[in-house]
């Protein structure tokens, strides 16, 4: 696709359940990110991917999250045990080069119960 | 901690007025400074970038840049509805995580017809 494709775009589960967030980056991107955007604040990085790299998972905010990049493409964030604080928009980014301009996905709204 | 600071707003314009969002950020090795507008419920989208500086015009955008004071400014003349928006002030870290944007929590901007 011609931008970056997340899904699901809208997830509703319920407490202690386990999750996981898709996200496409642009063809040919070599970098990818994940952001989380909660009600009323900024966008919080969690973890950053380049190439073959070793990630920087300084963001994750417990060892509840993860992520993968599989492929130097296509990138999966788990969260574990959910609870009501994980509740945000996870939005994804990828860019051309370690330190390009980022272009975002349309976000996947993650309402824990 | 590296941090960006915008004023939450709302700021509310008329229609046709000059809109002005200001930045202030803590990294004083920055280099790389991005506006970002976010419509509701839709992801950001790079609408400036400035490195040096000074003034930067784009069209109805003006970017400033002062990194003495590290202070970062976005105008929008002739402001018009369409740019009711949240806008996103990021500054690129410096040293070997440059890879990453720190995000302000935006200025929400309202344009009265």
């Known amino acids: 696709g011609a931008g970056v494709s997340q899904s699901p775009s809208n997830k509703v589960t319920e407490k202690g359940k386990d999750v996981e967030l898709r996200c496409d980056p642009i063809s040919g991107h070599t970098a990818l990110y994940w952001y989380r955007q909660s009600l009323g604040q900024g966008l919080e990085f969690l973890i950053y991917f380049q190439g073959n790299s070793a990630p920087d998972k300084s963001g994750l905010p417990s060892d509840r999250f993860s992520a993968e990049r599989t492929g130097g493409s296509v990138s999966t964030l788990t969260i574990q045990r959910t609870q009501q604080e994980d509740s945000a928009v996870y939005l994804c980014?990828?860019?051309?080069?370690?330190?390009?301009?980022?272009?975002f996905g349309e976000g996947s709204r993650l309402t824990v119960l | 901690q590296k941090e960006v600071e915008q004023n939450s707003g709302p700021l509310s314009v008329p229609e046709g007025a000059i809109a002005s969002l200001n930045c202030t950020y803590s990294d004083r090795g920055s280099q790389s400074f991005f506006w970002y507008r976010q419509y509701s419920g839709k992801s950001p989208e790079l609408i400036m970038s400035i490195y040096s500086n000074g003034d930067k015009e784009d069209g109805r955008f003006t970017a400033q840049l002062n990194k003495a004071s590290q202070y970062v400014s976005l105008l929008i003349r002739d402001s018009q509805p369409s740019d009711s928006a949240t806008y996103l002030c990021a500054v690129r870290e410096s040293g070997g995580s440059n890879y990453k944007l720190t995000f302000g929590k935006g200025t929400l901007l309202t344009v009265n017809p």
């Open positions: 980014a990828s860019s051309l080069v370690s330190a390009g301009e980022l272009f």
